[in-house]
């Protein structure tokens, strides 16, 4: 089965500055990769995604880059706010699994004010 | 908006009762899941349910069952509750790839 690895499992950094979040996958046939935000005693929720037929997507201050080769992807947050403190968690899927997502263990980020 | 409630936000219970968490969705999903988040770990996978009366296991379905009766509401069962299933539970549905996720429950099993 799929296994994906998530580091750094915390960041901090000063506010306005970025944040990288990096995750590996083990199954080359994933084909989704999205990334949940989770608040402080709120369910997670998805902020972005990328499909493998894409290397790169941008919403605002936050994007995903994807590197199907080396099997990996990342989350970019630039211009941090303190609203951006939060756990992060990305995922994978293939259709075949139906929707059946793998999460890394995630992030916790700080941005300090 | 998608709306995904679940029937308590913390659970006591003592070691070797049955648990029952509900997990209500209001918008007509077809798929429901039911996760367990600990610190490291993630969420992982501990059933599924693609349609009434239908589940599948998960990655770690061991000493839980669940059923769903209606096509809104999946429950999750602890047969015989255990310490080591101390954890937060996370219901989630979806109809095409986004998932939904419910507050969670804080279970603690005493």
């Known amino acids: 089965g799929e296994n994906v690895e998530q580091h750094p499992s915390t960041l901090s950094v000063q506010e306005g500055d970025s944040a990288v979040i990096k995750c590996t996958y083990s199954d080359s046939a994933s084909n989704y990769f999205p990334w949940y935000k989770q608040e402080l005693g709120k369910g997670p929720q998805l902020i972005i995604d990328i499909r493998s037929n894409v290397g790169e997507k941008k919403d605002q201050r936050i994007a995903v880059t994807l590197n199907k080769t080396a099997k990996h992807f990342s989350l970019h947050i630039t211009e941090t706010q303190p609203e951006d403190s939060a756990v992060y968690f990305c995922a994978a899927t293939y259709k075949a699994a139906g929707n059946k997502l793998t999460f890394g263990g995630g992030t916790r980020v700080l941005v300090k004010p | 908006d998608v709306k995904v409630t679940q029937s308590s936000r913390y659970l006591v219970k003592r070691t070797g009762e049955k648990v029952f968490l509900e997990c209500v969705q209001d918008?007509?999903?077809?798929?429901m899941f039911w996760y367990r988040q600990d610190p490291g770990l993630g969420l992982r996978l501990i059933y599924f349910?693609?349609?009434?009366?239908?589940?599948e296991k998960g990655d770690i379905p061991e000493g839980y069952s669940v059923s769903r009766e209606k096509k809104e509401r999946f429950s999750l069962i602890l047969e015989s509750a255990s310490t080591n299933q101390t954890s937060m539970y996370l219901c989630?549905?979806?109809?095409?790839?986004?998932?939904?996720f419910g507050p969670g429950t804080r279970l603690t099993v005493t």
């Open positions: 918008m007509d999903h077809e798929n």
């Open positions: 989630a549905s979806s109809l095409l790839d986004e998932q939904y």
């Open positions: 349910s693609y349609d009434v009366k239908m589940k």
